[in-house]
């Protein structure tokens, strides 16, 4: 992914509600992945990873799902609560790059009460 | 468990004066790198250390730049001169660094916010 600068794109959702954040990574010979939350004002935190030979993983009520033909990866965070609310971040190792991450432009989401 | 330390949290400088961050990774932690944050460019990694060394340091800016890892349980990333165009949040992160080259989850310091005047 690349950096989008000022603007992050945001996704707004009702309390409750599912929320589905979507990275579009470029380089097809990542095979580790990452999504990082960020809270304004601190560092970035480790929600979930998953790796290549994988098309899905779950965790406490988020699920990272892995489409290698498209170079799609997706968040999806179930019964949205406020304190959800931060920048994600997905991150991408290839496999020729040690331990290396890139990190994509982020995405706001905003959660309404 | 502590997680990664940073010192200071804040910090205002002059151009032109010295400064100097640093970083305590997860004890057990054999990798550490140091990310620098803005707004037009995101998150970007400077330099990565495994076991003490530095394996990577393409993305230090210029030669302004600077980092050492004495021991295990220590890094400092320095600036000097520093400009204007280095403030930043700049985010220490640890992993625990089997080797130079596994792929592995790295877990992120509070950053320090630096503006330089």
């Known amino acids: 992914g690349e950096s989008v600068g000022l603007h992050l794109p945001t996704l707004s959702v009702q309390e409750g509600d599912n929320s589905i954040i979507n990275c579009a990574y470029s380089?097809?010979?990542?095979?580790?992945f990452i999504w990082y939350k960020q809270e304004s004002g601190k560092g970035p935190q480790f929600i979930i990873d998953?790796?290549?030979?994988?098309d899905k993983r779950q965790g406490q009520r988020v699920t990272v799902l892995l489409n290698k033909t498209v170079k799609h990866l997706s968040l999806q965070i179930a019964a949205t609560q406020p304190g959800d609310s931060a920048v994600y971040f997905c991150?991408?190792?290839?496999?020729?790059?040690?331990?290396?991450?890139?990190f994509g432009g982020g995405t706001r989401l905003m959660v309404k009460p | 468990d502590a997680g990664v330390i940073q010192s200071p949290r804040h910090e205002v400088t002059e151009m032109g004066q010295e400064v100097t961050l640093r970083c305590k990774p997860i004890?057990?932690?054999?990798?550490l790198f140091w990310y620098r944050q803005t707004m037009m460019r995101g998150l970007e990694l400077l330099i990565y250390?495994?076991?003490?060394?530095?394996?990577?340091d393409s993305g230090m800016p210029e030669d302004r730049f600077s980092a050492k890892m004495p021991n295990a349980s220590f890094s400092t990333l320095k600036i000097q001169p520093s400009e204007p165009r280095d403030s930043a949040v700049y985010f220490c992160?640890?992993?625990?660094?089997?080797?130079?080259?596994?792929?592995?989850?790295?877990?992120f310091g509070p950053g320090t916010r630096l503006l330089v005047l």
């Open positions: 004890s057990g932690h054999n990798s």
């Open positions: 250390f495994n076991n003490n060394v530095p394996i990577d």
């Open positions: 991150a991408e190792i290839p496999n020729n790059a040690g331990n290396m991450l890139t």
């Open positions: 992160a640890s992993s625990l660094g089997v080797s130079a080259s596994y792929q592995e989850t790295q877990y």
């Open positions: 380089n097809s010979a990542s095979d580790y």
């Open positions: 998953i790796r290549s030979n994988m």
